[in-house]
Nanobody
Framework: QLQLVESGGGLVQPGGSLRLSCAAS????????IGWFRQAPGKEREGVSC????????NYADSVKGRFTISRDNAKNTVYLQMDSLEPEDTAVYYC????????????????????WGKGTLVTVSS
């Protein structure tokens, strides 16, 4: 069974940090662009960050640039999202998703193009 499983969410104070993990089972992430998306209550799902198959190309939403870092460890079949300087506006359910790609160095971050989705992990930033 092909699955993506997110972990690492929780409650954190403003200014704090969390690291989210996205682990794949049933398939290898080597052939996939991986993206992190989030959905806050009452808002549409938005792209946060995506990373190319090889890990050399990344993109970030303007709202998280300089605070979040995406990375991947293909040997562990896992992608990470390091989130620093968290703000209350970062509160949301965070999802990881995978899009198959034939290109090693290309990144795109279109939720409509993703082939697989995890069920999400809740991040709450509050004092």
């Amino acid at each position: 069974q092909l699955q993506l499983v997110e972990s690492g969410g929780g409650l954190v104070q403003p200014g704090g940090s969390l690291r989210l993990s996205c682990a794949a089972s049933g398939f290898t992430l080597d052939y996939y662009i991986i993206g992190w998306f989030r959905q806050a209550p009452g808002k549409e799902r938005e792209g946060v960050s995506c990373i190319s198959r090889g890990g050399s190309a990344t993109n970030y939403a303007d709202s998280v640039k300089g605070r979040f870092t995406i990375s991947r460890d293909n040997a562990k079949n896992t992608v990470y999202l390091q989130m620093d300087s968290l703000e209350p506006e970062d509160t949301a359910v965070y999802y990881c998703a995978a899009e198959s790609s034939s290109k090693l160095y290309t990144v795109r971050c279109n939720p409509g193009g993703m082939d697989y989705w995890g069920k999400g992990t809740l991040v709450t930033v509050s004092s």
